[in-house]
């Protein structure tokens, strides 16, 4: 079993539809990260959490660390959305940068 | 720069062949990090560095692979007598601090291939 596992693998939404990408880790975290990955390869860093919730724009990041669980949350999706959405984590003990990621969701927003 | 450089985008070797890879943090930044992204993997992380130490190497796959920082800057990933299964995304990143305190800058990758 992974210890970073994301939900759905793959997601295809309407433009304009709210969206919900989860992901769940089994190990104790200090900090969890949401990436975006577009078709090109090139990987921004949406946020990084440890706990609460984050507002970016259109996008929302939630953690709940007791569940060891956390969300990303767009709203008024848009095809430009479109892209690989990977969460990572650090876990307790590990290095600043040693992330164990997960396997990322494909989404895909059509207009 | 302003964002993180990494060169080449794209390499194709032979297979036993040395390769070099290059990466040019945000001026500044003083974490660098190397990841890996194989073809229909996750990302895994191969290094970090602080300044020019490397405290976590763990990632690294075999004695084949090293890395260095020069200068609190620029970094060089080498992978020496490549293999086909080296064949990979490579990602570099930097951040102002370390990862619990601030957030990474990816650059656009090394598309590595081992022919």
């Known amino acids: 079993k992974n210890e970073v596992e994301q939900s759905p693998q793959n997601l295809t939404a309407q433009e304009g539809e709210f969206i919900t990408i989860n992901c769940s880790y089994s190990v104790g975290i200090s900090a969890l990260h949401w990436l975006q990955q577009h078709p090109g390869g090139g990987i921004v860093s949406l946020f990084m959490l440890s706990s609460g919730k984050k507002k970016h724009g259109r996008l929302i990041a939630t953690i709940n660390i007791q569940e060891k669980h956390s969300s990303l949350h767009i709203t008024a999706s848009h095809p430009r959305d479109s892209a690989v959405y990977i969460c990572a984590v650090r876990s307790y003990g590990g290095s600043q940068g040693n992330l164990i990621f997960g396997k990322g969701t494909k989404l895909s927003v059509k207009p | 720069g302003a964002g993180v450089s990494q060169s080449p985008s794209n390499k194709v070797t032979e297979k036993g062949k040395d390769v070099e890879l290059r990466c040019d943090p945000i001026?500044?930044?003083?974490?660098l990090y190397w990841y890996r992204q194989s073809l229909g993997q996750g990302l895994e992380f191969l290094i970090y560095?602080?300044?020019?130490?490397?405290?976590?190497k763990s990632g690294l796959p075999s004695d084949r692979f090293s890395a260095e920082r020069t200068g609190g800057s620029v970094s060089t990933l080498t992978i020496q007598r490549t293999q086909q299964e080296d064949s990979a995304v490579y990602l570099c990143a930097s951040s102002l601090e370390g990862l619990m305190n601030t957030e990474a800058f990816f650059g656009q990758g090394t598309r590595l291939t081992v022919v």
């Open positions: 560095f602080q300044g020019n130490s490397a405290p976590d």
């Open positions: 001026s500044g930044h003083t974490a």
